[in-house]
């Protein structure tokens, strides 16, 4: 099956300071790929949806300003926390769907964000 | 998007059969069910989906009733392993929508 990965799969980080996390399709092309965040005990949320050379669609209460999201290629997407704070902390999850079937979504294996 | 509704949390035997059942009584006729399930600590994983007919693949089955308002999945013999978070997401095909919608889910526990 398809593979997607993440890095890192976690970080410790001061308040105030910016952390990337990327994603990765390591085998096939993906033509959208999207960023959820899970708090403990909670289910995911979807933040922001992006296809490849173009400009993430964001949720809904999502600031775009602070969650940067870069899709350069087909293989790649990078979720950047810009002055991330305690309330940042959370389990990241990426996935992405293959450029010719709408049917399955894969995920990545999550990263846990730790803002001190 | 139609919703779906859960029991939290269920319980089975290892080695044993577990149904997990999912209403979704606003389903609309282009609506595909889909099953992911979500190990601790672990992106989801895609299970299994339908429109309308049963579906079986190599992870579970998919029982999808006649009128489409609900639906089974079923692990034919629960391990350990399938102590997971299950979730019926319904999708559809029209919007071309392909964001997932997860609800609370339900939280398998398999018993040794």
């Known amino acids: 099956g398809a593979v997607v990965s993440q890095h890192p799969s976690w970080v410790i980080c001061k308040s105030g300071t910016s952390v990337k996390i990327e994603c990765r399709s390591l085998?096939?092309?993906?033509?959208?790929m999207f960023w959820y965040r899970q708090f403990p005990k909670q289910s995911l949320m979807l933040m922001a949806t992006?296809?490849?050379?173009?400009?993430?669609?964001?949720e809904q209460g999502v600031e775009k300003d602070k969650f940067l999201i870069n899709h350069a290629s087909l293989t790649l997407s990078t979720l950047t926390v810009t002055s991330a704070h305690p309330e940042d902390s959370s389990f990241y999850i990426c996935?992405?769907?293959?450029?010719?079937?709408?049917?399955?979504?894969?995920f990545g294996p999550g990263t846990r964000l730790t803002v001190l | 998007d139609a919703k779906t509704t859960q029991p939290n949390s269920m319980e089975s035997n290892e080695e044993e059969p577990v149904h997990l059942p999912c209403n979704h009584s606003?389903?609309?006729?282009?609506?595909?069910i889909h099953w992911y399930r979500q190990l601790p600590s672990q992106g989801p994983e895609y299970v299994i989906h339908?429109?309308?007919s049963n579906v079986n693949n190599r992870m579970a089955s998919l029982a999808i009733a006649e009128d489409r308002k609900s639906s089974t999945l079923i692990l034919h013999r629960a391990t350990l392993r399938d102590a997971a978070v299950y979730y019926c997401?319904?999708?559809?095909?029209?919007?071309?929508?392909?964001?997932?919608?997860f609800g609370t889910g339900t939280r398998l526990t398999v018993i040794p």
């Open positions: 997401i319904l999708r559809d095909a029209r919007t071309g929508a392909n964001n997932l919608f």
């Open positions: 992006s296809n490849e050379g173009s400009k993430a669609t964001y």
């Open positions: 996935s992405a769907q293959l450029r010719a079937t709408y049917n399955e979504q894969f």
């Open positions: 085998d096939f092309q993906a033509t959208t």
């Open positions: 606003t389903i609309s006729g282009t609506d595909y």
């Open positions: 339908g429109l309308t």
